[in-house]
Nanobody, 122 residues
Framework: VQLVESGGGLVQAGGSLRLSCAASGIIFSFNAMGWYRQAPGKERELVASISGVDGGGSTTYVDSVKGRFTISKDNTKNTLYLQMNSLKAEDTAMYYC??????????????WGQGTQVAVSS
């Protein structure tokens, strides 16, 4: 399994970024997927998840990003996205694409990408 993130960078507060994650080696439409992030000195947290076909593509978000971030996946391109709008300085972190072994995102992710850095200047 390979998960390759892209789209990170430096942006001013209030700006937008779209992260992408190209996946291979999994049945993309089946597996639940998500985005984690880890800021310096903080614990890693699940930002958003999206279930696979058995879960109807339902999404979850951490409270701090609700209404600003949108997770989506394109099964024809085997690509996961995270659209991030109204970015804040506290969104600065390394963002990781993850894949679960099941269609519902439970029991923690099995596969991790290498991460892409997001930095938001205030």
């Amino acid at each position: 399994v390979q998960l390759v993130e892209s789209g990170g960078g430096l942006v001013q507060a209030g700006g937008s970024l779209r992260l992408s994650c190209a996946a291979s080696g999994i049945i993309f439409s089946f597996n639940a997927m998500g985005w984690y992030r880890q800021a310096p000195g903080k614990e890693r947290e699940l930002v958003a998840s999206i279930s696979g076909v058995d879960g109807g593509g339902s999404t979850t978000y951490v409270d701090s990003v609700k209404g600003r971030f949108t997770i989506s996946k394109d099964n024809t391109k085997n690509t996961l996205y995270l659209q991030m709008n109204s970015l804040k300085a506290e969104d600065t972190a390394m963002y990781y694409c993850v894949a679960y072994t099941r269609s519902i995102p439970t029991m923690g992710p099995r596969f991790w990408g290498q991460g892409t850095q997001v930095a938001v200047s205030s």
